[in-house]
């Protein structure tokens, strides 16, 4: 049987997820590549560190030069997370005559265009299944199975830890701050989770599935977002009253003005696949013109799942389609873009707006009078007792209590300027929170 | 730009389908294959036969010699449904050096070690990625980003007209009968719907999947089926009252005693992704044990969604990604199969079971004794005030009351012969009714 070697740079989590299937299941890749995967190398930083898989006498080293003047080397599986040294490692690879397969979608949205570029230049190839959506083949069916369709949308969860924490937020009434810890505790969220909460994690991915779907050339921070940090409960008690659940969606619509791309938290119908998707799971619903409407659901992160895409591609590598597919793809190449993003402020849509305002008469009149003066109509309001209340203390005692409004369609921009009128007035007590609603 | 010639044999539905996508977004074919897949010719029946799309002067022929004894023609679309002239035509195409792409899953079900023996001998390929869930492209999913799985096991939809079935009487409560009438109306259901609601399209399906994901050499036909056929209105409701809905699954399970391969109409709780399949779509779950439990949904049938993965295979087959998979897979080879059936009567399950019985004491204590004789024991019964009763007219006029009841866990082989054993019992009127439950 053909051999293709191959090597793993960075051995992490997922890293190890990878030496596993490489080195417990060579009977899969021998039947599914008709040759076998060798893996010749695993460069990590520090070879005493235990760990947590038994590597062959000879395979581990600390020196990158060994993967980078071995010839045999065919395919490397590099792993290394954030943007230096991972970006000079992935060019030095490519350098040196391998095909890379990565996980790092933080280095593909901020340096795609430099690594692709040179990559094309050298006749190689970088394949990225595992970057988006982990256990989930959202790139292959993308870039090669929908070819036939003109894709008119998708609706994505795109960030694991983010759909745990509302999952949880919404199934067990804990707070945003006790449901992070949790997460923590169980290994979903990182110590600092800021990138996965704040919307960037599922930003940066969006950015890599609006190239491939709609070619755009957009840089994830070009995106509108808004993390899940803004979440209470009286949030999650009014989607569900309403009839909604509340999901961190990553969105790409096309429309005659150019293509819409935000993340949101966002109401989704109860019912809706997306609304039901649990735990650390992610989804992509993409609305393609001939195939239809199709959804893909499953493992967004782990070890596992991400080191099965990692070692599909490097399948798809070592047996040649992924260069076939890489050709043809021209992701963030030169060619002038396909679809120009749409001006932030014309986004359209249905909102969720959360005020705490003072309860006293005129008060709902007066936000109604705001939105109008920005063009906005009321669909729903929600005041309900038992709902909490708060009382401030300069003095005198008032009550403050939360409205809840949806409103029909209307802008980005619109809803924006209208929040922040809304916040200047005197019976607001706290910032107006504003997220997006599907129906 | 490079050029592939291709041809399209059969103008049905989804060829029509197919020459619209290649005619009028000639574009998108360019752009993922990096070339242009130029339609040659088209093969039909009847040349003077209304046609629902434009064709170019000189596109169509009757004559598939045009296509045969034309070297530059490389992929050709065989759209002919049924097994004759579908399979002579087939081994034609592949002699005369084509690659073929077809959505004839019968023809596979039923010769695919000879069609791809043929042309494994011949060094050409063939793609049938639109043969199984029409628009969800689980054959590539399952063939190539899947790779580094063992598939444990999965439960699909796979039959659009019986899911349309089953979705429209369980929520309009109207008669098997009659939703058959509007499914033929709609176009949802053939003049004679027998191969689609008895289960044998579910079962060439599976038997497809069992092939690619478990290795397995099954023909259709060895694959224990029941069909939509069966079920009443007393079955919606009761299994609706149960916190269930029905869905004709075809399921394979990889257990110690060999693989599980069945269809029939089950039972499945109520929120799990399967049960929430509507209308005529289709939704496949995947149980694989390094990327997890992977779920696609979407449409299974219909002209565009088959046109698209038509045209993907044809796009995936010039550029030669298909000729890289189709060496590897062995589908249908003479190697001996990784995995045996398991004896259909050692299948394990839960079991619904709807019996008619007559109103008097001492009943469900002989049903309840037959079940224990062949070692069932009863999880919950349901013997509801309100549901249907039937009076005969053999002279005395008796109370007829339907009973459901679920079991625990039993074998194929024994629920069939409790069941055989029930129907023999005085007090039972109508043979007993028997589906699978799904948790």
Redesign the interface.
Known sequence: MKVTKVAIVGMGTVGT?VAR?LLD?GD??A????RTLWLEKVVIRDINKKRQVDLPEGLLTEDLNEVLDNPEIKVVAQMIGGLEPARTILLKLLESGKDIVTANKALLAEHGAELFDRARELGRSIAF?AAVAG???II??M????????LNGLQAILNGTSNFVVTQMAEKGASYDKVIQQAQELGYAEADPTMDVDGTDAAQKLAILAHLGFGARVNWKEIARTGIDVLTQTDMKCADHLGYRIKLLAIAQLTKEGLELHVSPTLVKK?R?LA?VQDANNAISVD????????????GA?Q??T???I??DM??TA???TE??F??LKLWSKQPPRVNLREPNTLAGEFYLRLTVLEQPGVLSQIAGTLGEHGISIKSILQQEGLSKIESTDGQTRKYVPIVILTHKTSEGASRQAVAAINTLKCVEQQCIRLRVLD
């Open positions: 997820g299937l299941h899969r890749t039947r599914h590549a008709g299944e256990g989930i083949p292959t069916n870039s090669q199975c929908l070819s036939a369709n003109q019912g696949p039901e393609c013109d001939a195939a239809g409407n199709l959804f893909f659901y499953g493992p782990g596992m799942p080191a099965s895409a070692v599909a399948i798809d047996v040649g389609r076939l597919t050709e043809t």
